[in-house]
């Protein structure tokens, strides 16, 4: 994962990594992939992720579902904006000099300040009088004044893309103050959540208001598609990260070696799981969508951060809670705590499918009607008072579901319908 042109000696320079314009990307340049500065920034959002993850597992295993699913969707939100707005910004502009670098550095700050922020966010959630964003809050302005230099830089020294890049900048310094002014007002949580969802929606359009009439930007279909790909696993992690924090307490013996039936099951389930959902998510070509669909590039972009969500709820904190006798929830609300979340992923996998390609499979239909009926099957199961760690189990196969239908039929269907888009 290197990109031989851009990193390394910059020529000329007195420094190895010499300042150097900022003149936008090549589309269409071979072999891009993501490079060793985008890995290591991506890292700052795993503690993001797990932190939210974390939190939002503890507040279901509370009884406070309502509060935890809002509090986890403002968190998760929040996070795949701050990667999203970078990701596509170094696709199209990224020169790996020093300026750029030390940029990058400084957004990476701002995102452990806001995950340091998570948890009295969550708390004050949890507590029902205001919600407490200051610290999130001042982590985006470190993010965001980072990013808002590198849009000056790449509006002032490209000149085709001047007009992108001060509109983003204007947009960005509008939407950012909205987040200021709820942040620092301390707003009840009825008033709080309705800003959000206004904020939320301006940064939802925030591409499109700077992009106005322009043709966008020089981004990468195959990096994207890539950058997109490694943050999906980096938030499937989570998924690993939580099968051993669920089975850490449930093994016995000095040396941790006498396994119960619930923890191997579990651990069973949270790998099962996790490399199901990574085997869907890498079914779809999305690189080679995205060459023929470039239009479709906003609706990929952003249309993943419900994906994002339901890998990320998809974790067996609370499982492992229960199974501990840590949680205040019976075991059918366990078995919908992951259920939830995965049916969610399974579901927008199909749907960005769909609306990227812009034609649908009826085979799809047969597929996530088998993967709902597994996943109501395991929430049938612990209604009937069969053991939780049985009904995780079937929800580990759900995503199997996708999985044999791609490896026996889906595969010829999709290849038909890349060669219709002109990539088969």
Not at 171 to 189: M, N
Not at 239 to 258: E, I, R
């Amino acid at each position: 994962m290197s990109d031989p042109e851009h990193i390394g000696p910059a020529g000329g320079g007195r420094l190895a990594h010499s300042r150097k314009p900022m003149t936008g990307r090549d589309p269409q340049e071979p072999g891009r992939s993501a490079t060793p500065l985008e890995l290591l920034f991506d890292l700052t959002f795993v503690v993001a992720v797990g932190t939210a993850a974390s939190h939002f597992a503890e507040m279901l295993a509370e009884g406070h579902a309502l509060e935890a699913v809002g509090a986890f969707t403002l968190a998760m939100f929040a996070i795949s904006v701050a990667w999203i707005s970078f990701s596509w910004f170094s696709s199209a502009f990224a020169t790996d000099d020093w300026h750029y670098r030390v940029l990058t550095m400084v957004q990476m700050v701002g995102v452990v300040v806001f995950s340091l922020g998570l948890p009295a966010m969550f708390h004050s959630v949890g507590e029902g009088d205001h919600l407490e964003l200051r610290a999130m809050v001042i982590g985006y302005v470190v993010m965001r004044v980072a990013m808002v230099l590198q849009w000056w830089r790449a509006a002032r020294e490209s000149p085709p893309f001047h007009d992108v890049g001060t509109r983003n900048i204007r947009w960005t310094v509008l939407v950012q103050l909205g987040w200021i002014v709820v942040g620092f007002t301390s707003p009840t949580l009825a008033v709080a959540f309705a800003a959000f969802a206004v904020l939320g929606v301006v940064e939802l359009v925030l591409p499109l208001l700077a992009q106005g009439r322009a043709g966008g930007t020089p981004w990468h279909p195959h990096h994207v598609a890539e950058r997109y790909g490694l943050f999906a696993i980096i938030t499937l992690g989570e998924g690993v990260v939580g099968t051993v924090a669920s089975s850490g307490d449930l093994l016995g013996g000095a040396a941790g070696t006498d396994w119960s039936a619930n923890a191997v099951a579990l651990v069973v389930a949270g790998v099962g799981l996790t490399f199901g959902m990574w085997w869907v998510y890498f079914t779809t070509p999305f690189g080679a969508v995205l060459v023929h669909r470039r239009q479709r590039g906003y609706l990929f972009g952003y249309g993943h951060i419900p994906l994002f969500i339901g890998i990320a709820g998809a974790g067996l904190h609370v499982a492992g809670l229960y199974l501990e006798h840590h949680a205040r929830i019976g075991g059918v609300a366990v078995v919908l705590s992951l259920a939830l979340p995965v049916g969610l992923y399974l579901l927008m996998v199909y749907l960005l499918h769909t609306l990227l390609l812009s034609a649908g499979d009826r085979f799809h239909l047969l597929l996530i009607s088998l993967t709902l009926a597994v996943l109501a099957a395991a929430v049938l199961l612990a209604a009937a008072g069969v053991g939780t760690a049985v009904c995780l189990l079937v929800v580990m196969l759900a995503p199997f579901v996708t999985v044999v239908g791609y490896e026996t039929v889906g595969h010829r269907h999709q290849r038909r319908m890349l060669r219709d888009l002109g990539t088969g």
